[in-house]
């Protein structure tokens, strides 16, 4: 997927940000320095890649934390959310 991704945590509404690198209709896959605790629930912003010369609105999504995995020690983490809400943008 590869697409930017922006983080805001509900509870502190703390930013983050990362790049998305899966997508499904239940769930996603965000690489990022933020480390969430489990089932924390996030606000993600998906800035998608637009068709030719078209842009692509923002996906504006509700998600919930159900992973989270080292990628580069102490820098890079892999977060598997599940969708709990899409909103609009």
Do not use: W
Request: with cysteine.
């Amino acid at each position: 997927m590869g697409c930017k991704a922006r983080l805001k945590v509900l509870a502190s509404g703390e930013l983050f940000y990362g790049e998305c690198i899966e997508l499904s209709v239940h769930g996603l896959s965000v690489r990022t320095a933020f480390v969430p605790r489990f089932g924390e629930k996030i606000e993600i912003v998906l800035m998608v890649a637009g068709m030719g010369a078209l842009p692509a609105a923002p996906l504006y999504l509700v998600a919930e934390v159900r992973r989270c995995n080292e990628v580069v020690q102490g820098h890079l983490y892999d977060i598997g959310f599940a969708i709990i809400e899409r909103k609009a943008g």
